[in-house]
């Protein structure tokens, strides 16, 4: 049956290719509970900075019928098979075909740490290189209210306020230092930025930034509410390495909670790095436990064109 598999370029801007290539991952989401394409990657497709790509297979009732979908371009790989044809050998087939392709080093991340993903990875000489813990919150409004106002308020004269316009510039290079070793938060231009505020979901008053007595933006807390989830997001949180350690983090998550909580909100999620112990120590000093795990892989080729295996 895998010897039938076709990847094709779908026009995204035609809506029966747009309904095929998103009805994948729409599947994937029912059975696994967790998007396999994550919000950069799907920005990227939209916008045209990676290209979408569509695995089909022949159905007498169907003529060809949408059964994998993936998203690659700018060094990244994000690849999900609709679970009905799981087990089958269509992801290997469809990642060897866009393996093909590719040239140089490639991550790609495994949403959910699927058993499938770490099959395919180690077939394909991907190494894991990365964990991204994510995590839950129950009792937003406890957390808030026993954290009292002297809690929430950071130290050396910063103050916490919401973000203003004419703060994208120094935003985006903030984000781009704090997140240098994590390219899919730390390229962000200002353009993404105001592509995320023009989101149905983005408030203004759910970005919190916090200045210091000159000023300055040194650390931020976007927070998200979307309408129709019960839950909400700790979606961007950073502080400036110069302020680390002086109780700016802390005051600010826990007045992004403060906000989620005024927001109706009455659990949250939140995104840390697997290898950052303080942070993980700190969400789990308020109540935050782990939901799920996303691990990222990288194919390393060396300068001969064989993979690498460290």
């Given at each position: ?162 973000f203003r316009h004419g703060d994208e510039a120094e935003w985006v290079e903030l984000n781009a230092r704090i ?28 970005f919190l930034v916090a200045r210091d007595a000159h000023g300055r933006i040194v650390g931020y807390d976007w ?88």
């Open positions: 049956m895998s010897d039938s598999l076709r990847l094709s370029v779908p026009d995204l801007a035609d809506p029966n290719e747009s309904t095929g290539f998103f009805r994948v991952a729409d599947a994937a989401i029912d059975v696994d509970g967790y998007d396999p394409f994550n919000e950069q990657a799907r920005l990227d497709v939209q916008s045209g900075r990676r290209t979408p790509i569509v695995a089909t297979v022949w159905s007498e009732a169907e003529h060809t019928r949408p059964i994998g979908a993936a998203i690659v371009g700018r060094g990244e790989l994000d690849l999900v098979i609709d679970p009905l044809f799981r087990g089958k050998g269509y992801g290997s087939v469809a990642l060897r075909g866009l393996l093909a392709t590719a040239r140089g080093n490639l991550t790609a991340w495994s949403h959910g740490d699927h058993p499938a993903a770490r099959v395919l990875a180690d077939h394909h000489g991907f190494l894991p290189v990365r964990r991204l813990l994510q995590l839950r919150s129950g009792v937003l409004k406890s957390v808030a209210d026993g954290a009292g106002a002297s809690g929430t308020r950071p130290h050396d004269g910063v103050t916490i306020g919401p997140f240098e070793s994590y390219p899919e938060q730390g390229r962000l231009t200002v353009d993404d930025l105001r592509a995320r505020q023009a989101e149905p979901w983005y408030e203004a008053g759910d927070v998200k509410a979307e309408p129709d989830a019960a839950d909400g997001e700790i979606y961007v949180l950073g502080v400036d390495p110069v302020h680390a350690g002086k109780g700016t983090g802390k005051a600010l998550l826990l007045a992004g909670l403060e906000r989620l909580a005024q927001r109706g909100r009455t659990t949250a999620t939140v995104s840390v790095e697997g290898d950052d112990p303080s942070a993980v120590r700190l969400y789990h000093q308020l109540g935050f436990t782990e939901h799920t795990v996303d691990v990222q892989y990288r194919r390393r080729i060396d300068a001969d064109g064989a993979f690498s295996t460290h």
